[in-house]
C-alpha cells in the first residue's frame, strides 16, 4: 500500500510537471497539466478532472501528489473554450454560459487517457479522478469512455438529479449509466455534504449494488464538501488524510497490477 511518508529515505525521486497541448473533445487542442516522475517506468496514469472552480493550482497541487507517489497525471483544461485568464474567472464565463457539456468533458478524457497511455513510460494503465463537479464527471467518464481501469469520485455532486437540473450541458443524470460502469469505482463523501447529500449518495449507492457493480464508499463524519481543499475553511485534515490515504491505495492496486 502506498500512504503517506511510507518512503525509502535511500530511494531517489525526481518529477517533471508542465503545462501541454493535447488533442480534446472533436480534436481541438486544448492546454493540459502534466506531472510525471523521471525515470523510466512504467508509470500508471492518472486523468485529473477539474472542479467547478476551475483549472486551478489546487489541481496541480493534486497531480503533484500523486506524481510523488508514482503516477502520471493529466489534468486537461476542459475550460479551455471559454479563453485564458484567471482559473475563477474563465469558470465562471463557463457557468454562465450553462456549464461546460458533458459531452465535451468525455472527449478531453479521451483525449487525455490517449495522451496517457501513449507515453513511452506509460504501463497501459489508466484510472480518473476529480473533485466536485470532477467527481461528478469522473463517475460519468468511468461509465462512458472505454479502457478506464478505475475511478474515484470525491464527493461529486449531480450524479443524482432532478428533471429540473437537467440542460442541454447535462442532458442525462450521470446515475442514469450505472448500468455502463466499466471499471471499479472509490467514492468519498462528507457526511455533512449537501452536493451530494447522503441521501444521494444513499441512491447512488443502490445504484450500483442493483447493476452488481465493483465499489466501495467511505462517507466521513464531520465533513462535507472540498475536504481536500488546504485553502478552504472545509478543509479536515484527519478525514483528507484517511481518505487521500485510501485513494492512493486503490489507484495501487487497480493501476499497478
Partial sequence: MTAWNELRTDAYEGMLAETVTMRGYRGNRIHAYVSRPLGAG??????????????DELNREVARRFTQHGFTVCCPNIYER???????DIAAKAR????????????????????????????????????????RHAFLAACRVRGLAA???????????SKDELSLAAPVPPID?????????????????VSPTPEQVDLHEAALQ???????FHRYDGAGHA?????????????AMDSWNRALAFFDEHLRG
Fill in 42 to 55: 512504467p508509470y500508471p496514469g492518472i486523468i485529473l478532472i477539474p472542479h467547478i472552480p476551475g483549472w
Fill in 96 to 135: 454562465a454560459a450553462g456549464g461546460v457539456a458533458d459531452e465535451s468533458v468525455m472527449g478531453d478524457c479521451e483525449g487525455a487517457l490517449d495522451y496517457l497511455t501513449g507515453l513511452p513510460t506509460s504501463n497501459g494503465k489508466v484510472g480518473v479522478i476529480g473533485m466536485c463537479s470532477g467527481g
Fill in 177 to 193: 449509466y450505472t448500468k455502463d460502469l466499466g471499471c471499479p469505482l472509490l467514492g468519498i463523501f462528507g457526511n455533512d455534504d
Fill in 151 to 161: 475511478a474515484v469520485d470525491c464527493w461529486g455532486g449531480r450524479v443524482v438529479m
Fill in 227 to 239: 475536504m481536500w481543499n488546504v485553502a478552504g475553511e472545509s478543509y479536515r485534515p484527519v478525514q
Fill in 82 to 88: 471559454y479563453g485564458h485568464g484567471l482559473p475563477a
Fill in 210 to 216: 442493483q447493476h452488481g457493480k465493483e465499489y466501495e
